[in-house]
């Protein structure tokens, strides 16, 4: 019959196998919802990103914006 001592010291190393293992893949989970936390927010900063490309101006309308407006630029170069 094993001792005692044996049997806890059996005990004590299972517990610890398990509770390493249970870290380990806590590390694991964690890392993969950090790698999706950092996707969403790309994805989402690029989807505002285009959403203000589309809602923005060109350079040409701008300037056709001041064309219509007459700006000071173009009513400089329309006396030389």
């Given amino acids: 019959m094993p001792s005692f001592t044996r049997i806890c010291l059996k005990l004590a190393n299972a517990e610890a196998a398990a509770a390493k293992e249970a870290v380990e893949m806590r590390a694991v989970s964690f890392e993969r919802e950090k790698k999706e936390d950092l996707l969403l927010k790309e994805e989402e900063r690029m989807t505002e990103l ?14 056709v914006l001041g064309r219509r407006k007459g700006a000071p630029e173009e009513r400089r170069r329309g006396r030389q």
């Fill in 50 to 63: 285009m959403i203000r490309m589309e809602n923005s101006p060109t350079l040409a309308q701008y300037r």
